[in-house]
């Protein structure tokens, strides 16, 4: 195979984005929440270290997800029937998903759950 240059590169990595984006309902519904956790980041002027961890999180959501949809892809290509090792693939990787969403759901609520209920307090007087 020809060697590609770097720009190629990144364009085919970016097109893996975009696949993802087009073809996993979950990859646009992290996507969207990716968005709103960091919009809330910026509204309630979360500390550097804070940041850090809303970062890791949502990052590591949606490399999963890219990941997942990766698997997904390669194991349909190889293996289009049942098979026991098709199975454990796609559910391993759905698994990383999961373990990575619960750690975005933990993080979220150690950063955002006290801003919100000032803000809310604030709010409702
Ligand atoms: N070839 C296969 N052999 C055995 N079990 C499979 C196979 N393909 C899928 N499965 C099972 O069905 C589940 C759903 O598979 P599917 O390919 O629909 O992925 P999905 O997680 O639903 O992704 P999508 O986001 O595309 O809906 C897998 O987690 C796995 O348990």
């Not at 979950?26 to 968005?35: L, S």
């Not at 998903?97 to 150690?110: D, N, Y």
Request: with cysteine; net charge positive; glycine share 6%.
């Amino acid at each position: 195979m020809k060697r590609r240059s770097w720009g190629q590169v990144f364009l085919n990595a970016l097109e893996g984005i975009a696949y993802g984006l087009r073809t996993q309902r979950n990859v646009r519904v992290h996507t969207g929440v990716a968005i709103l956790m960091c919009a809330a980041g910026f509204f309630f002027h979360i500390s550097r270290t804070d940041w850090m961890f809303v970062l890791t999180a949502v990052f590591m959501v949606l490399v999963t997800e890219l990941m997942n949809t990766a698997v997904e892809a390669a194991v349909d290509l190889a293996q289009p029937d049942i098979h026991p090792l098709a199975k454990a693939a796609k559910d391993t990787a759905a698994g990383a998903v999961l373990l990575a969403a619960v750690f975005a759901v933990i993080i979220g609520c150690i950063v955002f759950l006290k801003p919100v209920l000032t803000w809310l307090r604030v709010l409702l007087g």
